[in-house]
């Protein structure tokens, strides 16, 4: 059964840090482009931050350049985003995404609150 299990969401305060977790289980990540999205709510989900299959390539959406980190252990099939210095308005589902040639699949997400 193919998955993506995201985990590591949770309660930070603002300017905190948060690491999130995205497994994958049933295929093999690395021929794949993974990226992490997020929805705030009463928000479209929109792009964080984006990685190539070995990793050398990264892009980021602007609001997360500079205190966000995107990785991945492809022998372990694992990606992660590091957050830090985190606003409230980062508060969302984070999703994150393995996408080859056109088909994708998706987490069922972790939620992260930013909250004092």
């Known amino acids: 059964q193919v998955q993506l299990v995201e985990s590591g969401g949770g309660l930070v305060q603002p300017g905190g840090s948060l690491t999130l977790s995205c497994v994958a289980s049933?295929?093999?990540?690395?021929?794949?482009?993974m990226s992490w999205y997020r929805q705030a709510p009463g928000k479209e989900r929109e792009l964080v931050a984006r990685?190539?299959?070995?990793?050398?390539?990264?892009n980021y959406a602007d609001a997360v350049k500079g205190r966000f980190a995107i990785s991945r252990d492809n022998a372990r099939n694992t990606m992660y985003l590091q957050m830090n210095s985190q606003k409230h308005e980062e508060t969302a589902v984070y999703y994150c995404?393995?996408?080859?040639?056109?088909?994708?699949?998706w987490g069922q997400g972790t939620q992260v609150i930013v909250s004092s």
């Open positions: 995404q393995a996408l080859l040639r056109g088909n994708d699949y």
């Open positions: 049933g295929f093999i990540v690395s021929p794949y482009v």
């Open positions: 990685i190539t299959q070995t990793g050398w390539t990264t």
